[in-house]
């Protein structure tokens, strides 16, 4: 048996219900964060060679000389290592 014909559709209305639907949005928010930086300066040794050299002009007498012979070769070819000015000065 059905009571459709005989029985209209009645509505009832519950209390109304409140569902919360979350939406979340981005909100930038600056933190700031201080950085001390300091800057230490510090001496390392490094070394540095350095050369000095010092020139000397020695004469070489025949008496005393093993290789006289090659002396004399020198001084006959007109080829000496002691400078002109030296040997003025020499003189």
Request: aromatic letters at 8%; hydrophobic letters at 25%.
């Amino acid at each position: 048996m059905s009571c459709q014909p005989f029985c209209p559709t009645v509505r009832v209305y519950d209390p109304p219900v409140t569902v919360v639907n979350d939406v979340f949005h981005p909100q930038i928010v600056e933190v700031v964060h201080q950085i001390n930086v300091v800057n230490r300066h510090h001496c390392v040794p490094c070394e540095k060679h350095l050369y000095q050299y010092c020139y000397q002009d020695e004469v070489a007498s025949e008496q005393n000389s093993n290789n006289s012979n090659r002396s004399q070769r020198r001084h006959r070819s007109g080829k000496s290592y002691i400078s002109k000015s030296k040997k003025k000065k020499m003189k």
